[in-house]
């Protein structure tokens, strides 16, 4: 089945400790994202890849850092966890079109919902 | 003003009933459009995607208008399960990768 998984779906955690999230897909996607989702705003893309060891930050970057050693995996790490990284967080990947994967459907994971005391 | 506009809701709607969103977006060299329906927290679903000519896939219609800038979603014979929040997202332009989603319109389909 394709698909996207992430782990953990829940987490609660403290300020400073450090946490990954995990993010596999099984569809060869060459484009993966992290966004995270907080009330009365839309999804904002933290960052993206558009290949292996391609990363490009997305519009709120700040205290996250990715990887993407291998086609199929893209963790988002907090080094440094604070409250106001408290959030929902979704991992997306999708097929390239003419080069470009915004013209493509997002394929998304089932969300990590991230609580930081 | 934000990239991509809708208008939150909810609108409540009675079962049976049409019903109409709009979505406006600011960036004028933007080339794709989409709507996607999210069920209460869970991951995003595409619904359709936005193509210039308007396409229709069963009761939802999209339509898009470059020249105003916006797309618009509407929903013939509502049912039940149609209650969701509706994002619209539209690229940044035909060179960059992003998406930029709207915070969605809510709506919900009463018996």
């Known amino acids: 089945e394709a698909q996207v998984t992430q782990n953990p779906r829940y987490l609660i955690t403290v300020t400073g400790k450090k946490l990954t999230v995990t993010c596999s897909q099984n569809?060869?996607?060459?484009?993966m994202s992290w966004y995270r989702q907080d009330p009365g705003l839309g999804l904002r893309q933290i960052y993206y890849?558009?290949?292996?060891?391609?990363?490009d930050k997305g519009d709120v970057p700040e205290g996250y850092k990715v990887s993407r050693k291998e086609k199929r995996n893209f963790p988002l790490i907090l080094e440094s966890p604070s409250p106001n990284q408290t959030s929902l967080y979704f991992c997306?990947?999708?097929?390239?079109?003419?080069?470009?994967?915004?013209?493509?459907?997002?394929?998304f994971g089932d969300g990590t919902r991230l609580s930081i005391l | 003003r934000k990239e991509v506009e809708q208008d939150p809701g909810p609108f409540n709607v009675p079962e049976g009933a049409t019903v109409a969103f709009n979505c406006t977006y600011s960036?004028?060299?933007?080339?794709?459009f989409f709507w996607y329906r999210q069920d209460c927290r869970k991951e995003p679903k595409l619904l359709m995607s936005?193509?210039?000519?308007?396409n229709e896939d069963g009761r939802f219609t999209a339509q898009l208008n470059r020249a105003s800038q916006y797309i618009s979603l509407l929903i013939r014979d509502s049912k039940l399960s149609d209650s969701a929040t509706y994002l619209c997202?539209?690229?940044?332009?035909?060179?960059?990768?992003?998406?930029?989603w709207g915070a969605g319109t809510k709506l919900i389909i009463k018996p």
């Open positions: 997306a990947s999708s097929d390239r079109k003419e080069g470009n994967p915004s013209n493509q459907p997002q394929h």
């Open positions: 569809m060869n996607h060459e484009y």
């Open positions: 890849s558009m290949n292996v060891e391609v990363t």
């Open positions: 960036n004028s060299a933007s080339q794709s």
């Open positions: 936005v193509y210039s000519s308007g």
């Open positions: 997202v539209v690229n940044r332009g035909r060179s960059n990768y992003q998406l930029i």
